[in-house]
T-cell receptor, first 112, second 113 residues
């Protein structure tokens, strides 16, 4: 089955700096890659996603890039703010079956 | 529009007890799933359903049962609770998880003593 690895597990940045979280996946059939943000005591919330026919997608201060050849994708957050502090999860899903595999999460701390 | 509603929010069980975690969604989503979240292990899939009457096992199905009699509801049953089932449980739904993201519930924190 699919295996998704996520790095780093924790990340501290100064407010205003950029943050990058990286994920790799094992199943070359995976074609949908969502990212979720989980605030303390809440369920994860979808923040951005990318499909395999696109190399990059941007939404205001967040962007995701996908390299299908290398089987890795990354989340980029620019101009970080304290409210960006949360746990971020990457995930991968294949067109062939309805199982979504999550990475182990990255705890992002933005220091004011 | 409530989204995904999970009940209860907190539960303490004794080893060997059974219980049902409730999940309901009002978005007419076909796909529903249950995940458990443990420290350092991310979200692991327990069971999922692609529509009413259809369920399948995920990564960690042992000790749990599900059924999907309606589009809206997807309850998770713990047959005989064990301390290893202490976790936070999330229900999620999607129009199609192959192409669209999940909407998650707010979770149930379960402690088995």
């Amino acid at each position: 089955g699919e295996n998704v690895e996520q790095h780093p597990s924790t990340l501290s940045v100064q407010e205003g700096d950029s943050a990058v979280i990286k994920c790799t996946y094992s199943d070359s059939a995976s074609n949908y890659f969502p990212w979720y943000k989980q605030e303390l005591g809440k369920g994860p919330q979808l923040i951005i996603d990318i499909r395999s026919n696109v190399g990059e997608k941007k939404d205001q201060r967040i962007a995701v890039t996908l390299n299908k050849t290398a089987k890795h994708f990354s989340l980029h957050i620019t101009e970080t703010q304290p409210e960006d502090s949360a746990v971020y999860f990457c995930a991968a899903s294949s067109k062939g079956y309805q199982k979504v595999t999550f990475g182990t999460g990255t705890k992002l701390q933005v220091i004011p | 529009n409530a989204g995904v509603t999970q009940t209860p929010k907190f539960q303490v069980l004794k080893t060997g007890q059974s219980m049902t975690l409730q999940c309901a969604q009002d978005m007419n989503h076909e796909y529903m799933s249950w995940y458990r979240q443990d420290p350092g292990m991310g979200l692991r899939l327990i069971h999922y359903s692609v529509g009413a009457g259809i369920t399948d096992q995920g990564e960690v199905p042992n000790g749990y049962n599900v059924s999907r009699s309606t589009t809206e509801d997807f309850p998770l049953r713990l047959l005989s609770a064990a301390p290893s089932q202490t976790s936070v449980y999330f229900c999620a739904s999607s129009a199609d998880s192959r192409n669209y993201g999940y909407t998650f519930g707010s979770g149930t924190r379960l402690t088995v003593v």
